[in-house]
């Protein structure tokens, strides 16, 4: 598997998720634009590993800041590959859910993604109208909480249902350009569900970052080429189970 002279834009590429998607495209040898709200060292990290990097740093569900991360992957020779993946957590039961938690979760996890693959598409169309399909990959972050909900998570949930609806659009409209969207509802243990689960169990088998990281990679390849308009769960164990956080 080669991305080699691929670009890539990751999402809340900083740490956790994003940071291992990063380097597990970069390892198979893409160049890679990180957007964070976090400073990071990832970029040095992948500079080790031969590929070019750029961090944007910004709030991905502000416009200036996907239009900021587009220029740069274009400007590193393209846009090949999109990883969606930035969010934060705001967790609250339903009957208490304050307007601002519920506007924050759905702003960043929802208008991100949004408005980085309305970039991408914009981009993608012109590529093909000038020179036929070129080669487009979407990757967008869902979580089964879309399909089963989460108890303490509506703002969470509803988001994830938008972001995979947004997922099976794009597969759909964008298909004639040689994108492929594809959506993970991925489980792996970061600091992010560690402050949502803490110790608990998390699954049978939750997994590290990396495997995650490598699946992002395989979908964003020529292999994945009859791969369009999924949701897989990539959790190292065959069921889908939730662990609902419960937060008053
Ligand atoms: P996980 O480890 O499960 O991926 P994190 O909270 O560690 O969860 O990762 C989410 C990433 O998204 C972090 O690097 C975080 O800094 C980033 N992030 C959060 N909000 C935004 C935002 N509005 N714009 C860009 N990146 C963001």
């Not at 108890?151 to 350009?177: H, M, W």
């Amino acid at each position: 598997m080669t991305l080699a002279g691929k670009v890539a834009i990751v999402t809340g590429g900083g740490d956790g998720l994003g940071r291992a998607e990063a380097l597990a495209l970069a390892a198979a040898g893409a160049d890679v634009v990180v957007g964070d709200v976090n400073e990071s060292d990832v970029v040095a990290e992948i500079e080790e590993l031969g590929s070019k990097a750029v961090f944007v740093k910004g709030d991905v569900s502000e416009r200036d800041t996907a239009d900021a991360l587009t220029r740069a992957a274009i400007d590193l020779g393209g846009l090949h590959i999109l990883v969606n993946n930035a969010g934060v957590l705001r967790d609250r039961m339903l009957f208490s859910m304050s307007d601002e938690e519920w506007d924050l979760v759905v702003k960043v996890h929802l208008r991100g993604h949004f408005l980085l693959s309305r970039n991408a598409a914009a981009y993608w169309r012109t590529q093909a109208k000038a020179n036929g399909p070129g080669y487009g990959r979407i990757v967008n972050t869902s979580s089964e909480a879309f399909l089963l909900g989460s108890e303490g998570q509506p703002n969470y949930a509803a988001a994830k249902a938008g972001i995979t609806a947004l997922t099976l659009t794009s597969a759909r409209s964008l298909a004639k350009y040689g994108v492929r969207a594809n959506a993970i509802c991925p489980r792996a243990r970061t600091r992010m569900t560690a402050r949502v689960f803490g110790d608990a169990p998390t699954g049978p088998d939750p997994l590290a970052p990396e495997h995650v990281g490598r699946f992002v990679a395989f979908l964003a390849s020529p292999e994945a080429d009859a791969i369009n308009g999924q949701v897989f769960v990539v959790h190292g164990d065959t069921v889908m189970l939730m662990a609902a956080p419960t937060v008053e």
